[in-house]
């Protein structure tokens, strides 16, 4: 299993094992399945996979892009402005 796939498994054993957290285990693990059925751990698709897993992806997924630099912030990165004034 790779590296990536593995934190479904260790964020639902930890919430498991929490009496508090149980509820929210089965979404945590699911929270990487896709709708055509290609994620993981479970290849669930459509509505097998839970309300509570997409609403947790889409939040991901929103940060996980919002924290990324764009092409132009990666291309700027290193230079002092001299290089575009010339």
């Known amino acids: 299993m790779a590296v990536m796939q593995d934190h479904v498994w260790k964020g639902y054993r930890i919430c498991y094992a929490s009496q508090e957290l149980q509820k929210v285990a ?3 693990l699911h929270h990487h399945e896709s709708w055509d059925g290609s994620g993981y ?3 669930l698709k459509v509505e097998a996979i839970p309300l509570l897993s997409r609403i947790i992806s889409i ?16 291309h700027s990165i290193g230079t002092t402005g001299a290089e575009e004034a010339a």
């Open 26 to 28: 089965d979404p945590i």
């Open 59 to 74: 939040d991901n997924n929103t940060i996980t892009t919002a924290s990324q630099p764009d092409a132009a912030s990666i």
């Open 41 to 43: 751990p479970d290849q």
